[in-house]
Nanobody
Framework: QVRLEETGGGLVQPGASLNLSCTAS????????MGWFRQAPEKEREFVAT?????????YADAVKGRFTIARDPSKNTGVLLEMRDLKPEDTAVYYCVEGGSTTRMAQGEVRHWGQGTQVTVSS
């Protein structure tokens, strides 16, 4: 059974950085895009970023472009990292690791599997 496990959430002040990590298990993921979605309180889940299975192509939501970087985890061929910089209070949300068919489809909301989520809180 497919399983996605996120780590790295926490409480930080505005302007700080935070890294999220996701490890996939259950079957080979090398040919699938991976990414991140988030859901803030009382808001719908939204796309954050996605990276291709080769790690050479990435897509970002406008709200995080230039501040967040997504990459395949070089230490794990089934992992993905999200480096978040200059965090803002509006970045507060539960962040979900996801796996899907392609970066294009994932950016449009097509996701095959979801992780349980990790809380990121940005507050002074």
């Amino acid at each position: 059974q497919v399983r996605l496990e996120e780590t790295g959430g926490g409480l930080v002040q505005p302007g700080a950085s935070l890294n999220l990590s996701c490890t996939a298990s259950g079957r080979p993921f090398s040919s699938y895009a991976m990414g991140w979605f988030r859901q803030a309180p009382e808001k719908e889940r939204e796309f954050v970023a996605t990276v291709s299975w080769t790690g050479t192509s990435a897509v970002y939501a406008d709200a995080v472009k230039g501040r967040f970087t997504i990459a395949r985890d070089p230490s794990k061929n089934t992992g993905v990292l999200l480096e978040m910089r200059d965090l803002k209070p509006e970045d507060t949300a539960v962040y979900y690791c996801v796996e899907g068919g392609s970066t294009t489809r994932m950016a449009q909301g097509e996701v095959r599997h979801w992780g349980q989520g990790t809380q990121v809180t940005v507050s002074s």
